[in-house]
Nanobody, 124 residues
Framework: QVQLVESGGGLVQTGGSLRLTCAAS????????MGWFRQAPGKEREFVAA????????YDADSVKGRFTISRNNAKNTIYLQMNSLKPEDTAVYYC?????????????????WGQGTQVTVSS
């Protein structure tokens, strides 16, 4: 069992930056692929970024390429999402997810554990 807790959300102006953190507890973190997803009001949950167990392979949604960077520190059981050049359309609740497999994917239904989410609001 893995518990995930996100932090770092908040209110920021267009063009600003935030760094989200997801702290994991439980066994096996270093063997899990991890992902970030987001859900805006009235919309379905969508993939943002994912990272394989080693941190070598990462995947980003087209909407965030060049602006967001996912990373992990297995020694600290933590992953991060650095978000730069934020836009109002990035406003959403951001969720951290863990997958009991070393390979990262963009499919939400392949992730086994989820955090409670952290709100990110980008004002225009």
């Amino acid at each position: 069992q893995v518990q995930l807790v996100e932090s770092g959300g908040g209110l920021v102006q267009t063009g600003g930056s935030l760094r989200l953190t997801c702290a994991a507890s439980g066994r096996g973190f270093s063997t899990y692929a991890m992902g970030w997803f987001r859900q805006a009001p009235g919309k379905e949950r969508e993939f943002v970024a994912a990272i394989a167990w080693s941190g070598v392979s990462t995947y980003d949604a087209d909407s965030v390429k060049g602006r967001f960077t996912i990373s992990r520190n297995n020694a600290k059981n933590t992953i991060y999402l650095q978000m730069n050049s934020l836009k109002p359309e990035d406003t959403a609740v951001y969720y951290c997810a863990a997958k009991r497999n070393v390979y990262a994917t963009s499919r939400a239904d392949e992730y086994d554990y989820w955090g409670q989410g952290t709100q990110v609001t980008v004002s225009s």
